[in-house]
């Protein structure tokens, strides 16, 4: 029983990856087109987000990955998990990069935090609350690092709303196979490495096999 | 009554030596080793500090590897986000510290002399990663009919002829993500944050401070949120020395209407 983080270059995952470590989930590092690992659809896939919505995208795309991931996420229905600007690229479009598609696995698109107001201080930096929005997601506090947040058309696939400087704001998405968080879970203490826990924990026992 | 939202932060701060322990000035006497930087980290963390700084004193060649090392180890096992700083002034060595592990590196003299290494760290690792290091100390002139503070560098020794709300001001157009600001005046008296620097710069920049020099006790960080709009405060001797206990600290602030994570 083991999970696929996607290594697509740019940034560094180290971080991610101690955290898994620690939570003793079981992993192995894809590097696509550089050593020939893909997304097989038999384990669940983590997108970890370091970098720029369009680096990321490009990275993706540069190193092979945007086709399997695609069919094992959108066809296969292979649980996934997105960090950070993982969860942002799950989604159509971005003010951060407004030329390029991304993912587009969930409908609706990334904006910035309002700065048109005096005291204004973006990005968010620092320890948030997030506030339930769906059954069986326990509250607590997160640490983000953010200037840009996902807007979903479809306010359902919100697991977690957090609020900054007035801006409500969706901490965290559900929908289906499809988990994300916007957050980082490996830099949030014990609460956030239960969060990863509790992912992993939950997934459904036929796609472990 | 709990706080359910953004949160101020509290963050201990460790001085690191060129063997890998945390010491602690003592005057007159040199330093003194108080301990296991690792150990402390975790006990730091369990108390509920809502972030770490770790600064390499000895900012020489063989303490760099020591520190890289240390580096690697302290993110094998902290859970919450950190910062490395001390001597950092190549954007070589912000990658060699991101690599091992660190959240954000604090630059200091280096980007006094070089104010392009804040643009080379926020255009490679994001300006979230770069942390502005300013130490300040009152001046006695006045600019643009305001107070202002003299940006000191190499551990106070040397004067820069920066006022520090004009270098912060630049630093940030730079790609500068924080302003780490010490109070020369303060630090080390335990008299409190000197509040109009904090407030003066917290007003002026688009990004968060972190309040630093003359921490004492729960009344000093009150004042430091509440009168010099910090968005952080730091601290060291107050915690090291055991006199404040972080959990105990932040639930006296949150009673007083700070919004702290507990």
Known sequence: ?209 | MSHQGFCKRIIPCLDVDSNGRTVKGVKFQGLRDIGDPIEMAIAYEAQGADELVFLDISASHEGRKTLVDLVKRISHDLRIPFTVGGGISSLDQVLALLEAGTDKVSINSAAVRNPQLIADIASHCGRQCCVLAIDAKRADQLVDGRASWDVLVKGGREKTGLDALNWAKHAVSLGAGEILLTSFDRDGTGDGFDNALNRQLADALPVPIIASGGASGPESFLHAFQDGHADAALAATIFHDGHWHIEDLKQVLLDEGIPLRV
Request: a negative charge; one cysteine or more; aromatic letters at 12%.
């Open chain 1, 1 to 209: 029983m083991l999970v696929e983080v996607l290594h697509y270059g740019g940034g560094n995952v180290g971080s991610l990856l101690r955290a898994l470590e620690r939570c003793e989930i079981p992993y192995i590092l894809l590097k696509g087109t550089i050593d020939g690992t893909f997304p097989t659809g038999k384990h669940p896939v983590i997108l970890p987000g370091v970098g720029a919505f369009g680096a990321i995208m490009q990275g993706l795309e540069a190193r092979g990955f945007l086709e399997p991931l695609t069919q094992v996420v959108t066809v296969e229905k292979v649980p996934f998990l997105g960090v950070c600007v993982g969860l942002q690229v799950l989604f159509e479009s971005s003010e951060e990069s407004p030329n390029v598609a991304g993912l587009g696995f969930l409908k609706g698109t990334v904006r910035h935090f309002p700065t048109d107001f005096e005291g204004s201080k973006v990005p968010q930096i620092g320890w948030n609350y997030i506030h339930a929005q769906q059954e069986n997601a326990p509250e607590g506090f997160v640490y983000y690092v953010n200037s840009y947040f996902a807007d979903p058309a479809d306010a359902n696939v919100v697991l977690y709303a957090s609020e900054y400087q007035g801006t409500r704001f969706c901490g965290a998405v559900k929908h289906e196979n499809i988990s994300a968080f916007q957050f980082h879970p490996e830099k949030s203490g014990a609460f956030g490495h239960d969060l990863l826990r509790h992912w992993f924990d939950a997934l459904p026992v036929e796609v472990l096999k």
